[in-house]
């Protein structure tokens, strides 16, 4: 070869490498998937008419994202209550091992997610995701003194719901400061929400400040807690504007070169039961049906947005719910738990109980996985899961190693099951009430440690509950409806679960791993 040739082969050959270098850098950033969670507010369960085909709510843009990817029927919330969920959901912690032992955070209280905890926003930003929180936060916040620079609610001890006067905190807060220890302490770029539609203040906020500053008392005859309210503030507007939101940050993100992660925290089908005023009577369930198929019109306004910008063939879909359904019908934007069935319509089938509750109702979800590069069309996964293994399941598909021993105590990495394996990844999963009440099932078999339900259901005329045994179990593979107690039956089945589950509390993890 001649010498100009040689020169001529080297500097082409230089360009060609220095090109897939460069490519080789943003291959990766190229290739990994957007990651968008829709997280449904309270929904259960036979609710979507792809998981209850006598459902009386009509799902089309559900139905279709389950069509297009993967429905799992055995998929379980880490609580049958909000933030306990959540705070899984982003931690992969069940959140039973913080400071919050049963129920929620109330109004006013501080942050559940500790400070240098590892979250999914955080756990994404490594790998450069541009990350949003959008909808609702509910995981507390420290709001700032309006006689200091403190913080009024550092000292409140969470679970504390007898404190005296919490309803007036707000006088003590100035609302004009900058909050702390809400979403982007947590790991996200971005904010927007109305942090819980129930509690005060009725506004928005846009990363850690609010948008308006309440100016007046929310109205006595107005559904939520009592508090500050902003001009102008409507129920019924909530939903539109965070799912315009959503939609405005899909197509902003799709003229970057980075992937993004969006935690879209929906405020429906919880209480207050608004629905715009589109879609009321749409449905024969009532202002409680009307309100669930705003959800499906919400999920269909994403999946477009994803479609039209380009993005929805590399980007991975979750959608699924905090917990299960308190079955509301709507009256006065709530109505009594269970009153939606007088149309006819179950949001829990097949299974038994409701939000809140310890049996299947209250923690059994849908759980939808679109991707449609990666994940086969039409397929259905029948493994146990739980919400708390999305982050090591993200973590794998991303390719982000994390130390197994100090973060995601309790998530399983499922991306064998998107990507059509059936072998089980879970042999096991703990289940919380909002009561405390703690069941462990390990295959079919379910031990709950308690006689009832551990929630709502414990106000409805259900079949009476066992009184002679300190527990319940049951088998699911023949006793689906959890009717058939057997614990007095199976003792050393009982002394099984009871010391996996004692393991799990004393290690601090429910992963088959040395701690």
Not at 396 to 409: G, T, W
Request: net charge neutral.
């Amino acid at each position: 070869m001649k010498f100009k040739t040689l020169k001529r082969f080297v500097f082409c050959a230089g360009i060609f490498v220095g090109l897939m270098s460069c490519n080789s850098e943003t291959k990766g950033t190229e290739q990994s998937p957007n990651i968008v969670i829709i997280l449904a507010d309270d929904l259960g369960y036979g609710d979507p008419q792809i998981y209850n085909v006598d459902s009386k709510i009509p799902t089309p843009n559900i139905d279709k994202l389950a069509r297009g990817g993967m429905r799992f029927t055995d998929a379980h919330t880490p609580s049958s209550v909000c933030t306990p969920t959540r705070y899984g959901l982003l931690t992969g912690r069940y959140a039973w091992r913080t400071p919050l032992k049963r129920s929620v955070l109330w109004a006013w209280d501080k942050p559940l997610i500790e400070k240098n905890r590892l979250t999914l926003p955080k756990l994404l930003k490594s790998k450069q995701y541009h990350t949003a929180c959008i909808g609702k936060w509910h995981l507390g916040w420290r709001w700032p003194s309006n006689t200091d620079d403190g913080f009024v609610n550092d000292t409140i001890k969470i679970g504390d719901y007898g404190l005296k006067g919490r309803n007036d905190l707000w006088k003590k807060m100035d609302f004009s400061k900058a909050l702390a220890g809400g979403p982007l302490e947590a790991g996200f770029d971005y904010y927007f929400g109305d942090d819980v539609p129930n509690f005060a203040p009725y506004t928005f906020f846009e990363n850690n400040k609010l948008i308006q500053i309440p100016d007046r008392l929310k109205p006595a005859d107005m559904f939520g807690t009592p508090g500050p309210m902003a001009e102008g503030w409507e129920l019924d507007k909530v939903m539109p504007t965070i799912t315009e939101k959503a939609v405005d940050y899909i197509k902003e993100q799709s003229k970057t070169e980075n992937p993004f992660f969006l935690y879209f925290a929906l405020t429906a089908p919880h209480t207050p039961i608004a629905p715009a005023s589109e879609f009321k009577g749409a449905t024969e369930a009532g202002p409680y049906g009307d309100f669930v198929y705003q959800v499906d019109y919400t999920v269909g306004q994403v999946v477009e947005a994803l479609e039209a910008s380009g993005q929805l063939e590399n980007t991975l879909v979750i959608f699924t719910s905090d917990n299960g359904s308190p079955q509301r019908d709507g009256t006065n934007m709530a109505g009594v738990a269970g009153s939606v069935k007088k149309y006819g319509h179950d949001p829990s089938k097949p299974w038994k109980g409701m939000k809140a509750d310890i049996l299947e109702g209250g923690h059994r979800v849908p759980f939808v996985a679109l991707w449609p590069k990666k994940i086969k069309g039409n397929s259905i996964n029948n493994q146990v899961v739980c919400l708390t293994d999305i982050i090591a399941t993200v973590a794998s598909l991303v390719e982000i190693p994390y130390d197994e021993k100090n973060a995601m105590e309790d998530s399983y990495d499922i991306s064998s099951l998107l990507m059509g394996s059936d072998a089980p990844v879970r042999t096991d999963i703990v289940h919380h009430a909002i009561n405390g009440t703690f069941a462990i099932r390990k295959g079919a078999w379910k031990l709950i440690l308690g006689k009832g339900p551990g929630g709502f259901s414990r106000s409805l005329n259900l079949p009476e509950f066992p009184v002679k045994t300190e527990g319940q179990l049951y088998n699911l593979s023949n006793d689906p409806s959890e009717t058939d107690n057997v614990y007095a039956e199976y003792p050393e089945k009982v002394r099984e679960l009871t010391e996996l589950l004692n393991r799990y509390k004393i290690n601090g993890s429910s992963k088959q791993i040395e701690i």
